[in-house]
């Protein structure tokens, strides 16, 4: 008798190994796309192959062709990620936006920093800045704190400076998650 608990218990516990792993052998997944201004955002892309053609993204297009950089998001299983649009660098002073952009460990960091483990879409976001009083932290893929608010109804992100970053655009996927767009700058905490 006691043999035939153990069979059964390991029949039940093959079968919803098999049956969960379903969901993620599963190819008929609905495609989602968005659009905005010329670009068309698509769930069976990855976030580099949506943004290597958007005009609005080519210098984070350009970030993103560092091989390390790009499988560091793409390994991810699920991953939001705030993608930086042209406006965030080309508003900078020159000299700035060259330091910046010259400095591939700085800009490395700064995408990394911009990429949180999870599907969070803006309800989720407003949600943890709701329960949490005005001003949630979110941890990114490198285990930091990445700071979210609310001002007068928009959602920005900050960092420990107070470097500020506003969702402009948001809700768009990728085939492994979520991305918003930014147009500012945040920083991830100095000596990392």
């Known amino acids: 008798m006691k043999l035939n608990r153990i069979f059964f218990l390991l029949f039940i516990i093959c079968f919803g190994t098999t049956v969960s792993a379903q969901k993620y052998l599963s190819t008929n997944n609905k495609e989602v796309s968005k659009v905005l201004g010329e670009s068309n955002f698509t769930s069976s892309k990855t976030f580099y192959e949506n943004l290597e053609e958007a005009p609005d993204f080519t210098l984070l297009a350009k970030i993103l062709k560092n091989d390390p950089l790009r499988k560091t998001l793409e390994k991810q299983e699920m991953v939001t990620i705030f993608a930086i649009a042209d406006e965030a660098f080309t508003d900078l002073p020159e000299k700035t936006r060259d330091s910046i952009l010259d400095n591939s460990r700085l800009v490395n960091a700064i995408v990394k920093y911009l990429a949180v483990p999870g599907r969070l879409d803006k309800n989720s976001l407003e949600n943890a800045v709701k329960e949490n009083g005005g001003q949630a932290y979110l941890t990114t893929v490198e285990g930091q704190r990445l700071g979210i608010k609310e001002e007068d109804g928009v959602l920005m992100l900050f960092d420990e400076d107070n470097n500020t970053a506003t ?19 945040v920083f991830p905490p100095s000596g990392n």
Do not use: E, P, R
């Open 167 to 185: 969702i402009i655009a948001s809700d768009f996927y990728h085939k492994n998650g979520f991305f918003h767009i930014v147009n500012g700058l």
